[in-house]
Nanobody
Framework: QVQLVESGGGLVQPGGSVRLSCAASGFSFSSYAMSWYRQAPGNERELVARISSARGSTNYADSVRGRFTISRDNNQNTVYLEMNNLKPEDTAMYYC???????WGQGTQLTVSS
């Protein structure tokens, strides 16, 4: 079955850290660039970070650069998003996305609040 399954969200205090995971199945994961998007209530879905398939080059939204790190393990068919120094404005549903397949995960909710 071709799918992406995110995990790792939850409630985190401001300044805290969390790592999101996205497990891929049913396609040749290592051949695809992968991205993380997020969507807060009332807002459009926005790109957070992207990692290429081959060299693992990365790109980040200005709002998260220096705080978030995207990485991938092609042996585990998994892409990660390490998030540090979290802020309340990072609260959103986070989605994993394989653009070349137009494939979205179901999302995982992150809430940053004291």
């Amino acid at each position: 079955q071709v799918q992406l399954v995110e995990s790792g969200g939850g409630l985190v205090q401001p300044g805290g850290s969390v790592r999101l995971s996205c497990a891929a199945s049913g396609f040749s994961f290592s051949s695809y660039a992968m991205s993380w998007y997020r969507q807060a209530p009332g807002n459009e879905r926005e790109l957070v970070a992207r990692i290429s398939s081959a060299r693992g080059s990365t790109n980040y939204a200005d709002s998260v650069r220096g705080r978030f790190t995207i990485s991938r393990d092609n042996n585990q068919n998994t892409v990660y998003l390490e998030m540090n120094n979290l802020k309340p404005e990072d609260t959103a549903m986070y989605y994993c996305y394989a653009a070349a397949r137009n494939l979205w995960g179901q999302g995982t909710q992150l809430t940053v609040s004291s």
